[in-house]
């Protein structure tokens, strides 16, 4: 039973590995650049980070309010289209098809959430959505939410059954596996993630995933200091910490995001109490084997690209 788990976990991260890689190299290069490059305009810079997410640097030689919100949205656009090839193209029940289908719910989630978050706080490709939008970035992320939830209830209804269908045992103990094995996939996941953010410390990625209201509080707090200055008065550490508090406090906004994190928790958990029914199925060395190539051949190729563009 152990070397199930541990087997379905290495299937897991191998999966979700390729699926972030392949679908960070589309959303970027293909995405963004892509439309960059057919409304006219020219890539300056490109940083893909091996295990995390990445940013590009293009102009336009006429830029526009559309051309702009069509580079912004190109990534996520690509993505929810993949996602849906990937659903409806994969037939059949095997684990490997269903997996397929799994990794299209995971593409069309990942844009839903990212859409959402980004349009509703003001931050990453949704940033120009926020600014656009005003009093309809609302129903806006809230229809990318619902996106979203559908997402993961579908996901995982397909993938759940199929991936304890991989284990021996009670149906308890499968279902306790294969939670075991998806906390140990995405916790790799998520530690290189993390860690190569933590070692990069890269500014322009950090800008770029940085709240509105964030940046708003920044450059009220720079005000202040600067009208402080002008003032002749000294600020100390605590002023500044208690006004940067007071800007907070001012500058409060709705929890949406924590509130679309608990909503797509409880649609993952709705579609795993409606999962399809689990088939005995064992994870062969030869799939495992694909995966894992997969896997690295895409970290490979961000890699490469990576030295290539920068």
Known sequence: MHKEVLRLAG???CVALATSRLGLIGHELVGHGGMALVLGGHIDQVQLFWFAGGWIRYHLTAPSQGATLAIAMAGIGLEFVVGCVLWFAARGESLGRRLTRGTGAALV???GWYLATGAFHGFGDGLVLYRMLGDWRAPV????ALVTCAAGFAGAREVLGALAGTL?????ARIAGTIVAAVLAAGAHAALTAGELWLRRDPTYAAVMQP???RVIARELAQWQAQQAEQGTPVTAEQKRVEQTRLASTHKTFPFIWLLAIATGIAILAGAWCAKPATETRIGSRLLAITASIAFASVGAV????RLVM
């Open 109 to 111: 989630l990942h844009a």
């Open 168 to 172: 021996r045992g009670s149906a308890k």
């Open 212 to 214: 509105e209201r964030e």
């Open 141 to 144: 992320a809230i229809a990318a």
């Open 303 to 306: 890699i490469v690209i990576d």
């Open 11 to 13: 299937l897991l991260a």
